[in-house]
């Protein structure tokens, strides 16, 4: 897949992602990450709890 095709297909649809971190015991924690395309970036927003 070339950068534009991927581009491409992240700009398609839906605008999730998932965003996976490893907790401090060992556990892994998954949660959904809302995301744009802007050019050649990929622009998301996080907030500490």
Do not use: Q
Request: glycine letters at 8%; zero cysteines; hydrophobic letters at 35%.
């Amino acid at each position: 897949m070339t950068e534009e095709e991927a581009l491409n297909f992240l700009s398609e649809g839906i605008k999730t992602g998932k965003l996976a971190t490893i907790k401090k015991n060992g556990n892994p924690h998954t949660t959904p990450i809302w995301f744009v395309v802007d050019g050649k970036s990929l622009l998301f927003n996080t907030m500490n709890s």
